[in-house]
């Protein structure tokens, strides 16, 4: 593989697997692996739809709105001191989504998605102001802490999950590296923050 691909290949890998998935995700898998794929499937694609409207795509119009005032690339954007307002942004929909759900009354194992995508984004947004670490991998990361949490409530076998989950973070951590987003250690450590951070809450919320 040409180095030309192995840039575009880490381009898509980076443009598919975003941290704004991460609640979808969680909620489509909450639906089919928990006692909630019960719910009638009009519910069900319902709330997915709502997920999906306030953290993915209001925040990603909202950023591209952003980016596109101020002329920046995506790369430009992704400069340490540039990605607070899109981190505002994101957290603002996040909030608003989990408020919703809340007073939807929904189960508890739906909001604590939600909950897990907010604490990373809030982390992940306070560390930025001294240091620039990786999103994606958090998220990806956050995967990972929360496949293992709800294996332990859940009691069930997370192991061919959790090896798809870790071949992904790989693929997204050098990806990220590859188009020169993060370093190595930037890397890690979001995967690190995802994992610890997404696991206490869902243990302990």
């Known amino acids: 593989m040409t180095e030309k691909n192995i840039i575009l290949a880490a381009r898509v890998a980076s443009m598919l697997i975003t941290p704004f998935y991460l609640p ?9 692996f928990s006692y909630l794929n ?15 409207l ?11 709105i952003y ?6 690339t ?14 505002v942004m994101s957290i603002m929909c996040y909030l608003t989504c989990f408020y919703i759900m809340n007073r939807l009354h929904l189960p508890h ?8 995508a907010l604490v990373i984004q809030i982390l992940c947004a306070v560390i930025n102001v001294w240091w620039k670490i990786s999103t994606h991998t958090a998220a990806v990361g956050g995967v ?3 496949l293992l949490a709800f294996s332990i409530l859940l009691n069930f076998n997370p192991i061919w999950w959790l090896c798809l989950t870790i071949v992904v973070s790989g693929v997204v951590g050098s990806s990220r590296i590859i188009l020169r987003q993060h370093s190595q250690t930037q890397v890690t450590c979001g995967l690190l923050l995802g994992l610890v951070s997404s696991f206490i ?3 302990l919320i």
Do not use: C, N
Request: overall charge positive.
């Open 74 to 87: 995506l790369i430009q954007l992704g400069q340490r001191e540039r990605r607070m307002v899109p981190y």
């Open 144 to 146: 990972v802490g929360s």
């Open 201 to 203: 809450t869902i243990i």
């Open 54 to 64: 306030f953290t993915v795509l209001i925040p990603t119009l909202l950023i591209h």
């Open 38 to 52: 019960m719910f009638p499937w009009q519910t069900k694609l319902s709330l997915v739809l709502m997920v999906y």
């Open 109 to 116: 194992l739906l909001t604590s998605i939600l909950m897990v």
């Open 67 to 72: 980016r596109t005032y101020h002329g920046w």
């Open 24 to 32: 979808v995700m969680g909620v489509i898998a909450v639906f089919i």
